[in-house]
């Protein structure tokens, strides 16, 4: 398994999403998170930036999730990037 795929992706979004259960049946809130592919446009200037690199290779990506976890939710801003790396899974 030496594929992997990496992408630099935005968060744009987090909000409320309902509830879940944790593994003793309780109730917890839960949250949508929504993350774009970054992208800087087309010239000299930005052809040679991280992002525009990232941009030009996945040009159009979206990564949706809810997440009962807050701890994970607290380390999350709307607006920062981060990267996203992609690597096969056993079934």
Known sequence: M???MVCKLQLNHIGPRGHGFDKDNR???CSQVRFGAVWE????????????IF????PCAEFVATIMNQAVLDRL????KYYVTFTEAPD
């Open 2 to 4: 030496d594929d992997v």
């Open 27 to 29: 109730q917890l809130p």
């Open 41 to 52: 446009g087309t010239s000299e200037n930005q052809a040679m930036s991280e992002n525009a």
């Open 55 to 58: 941009g030009h290779w996945t």
């Open 77 to 80: 801003v709307p607006g920062k």
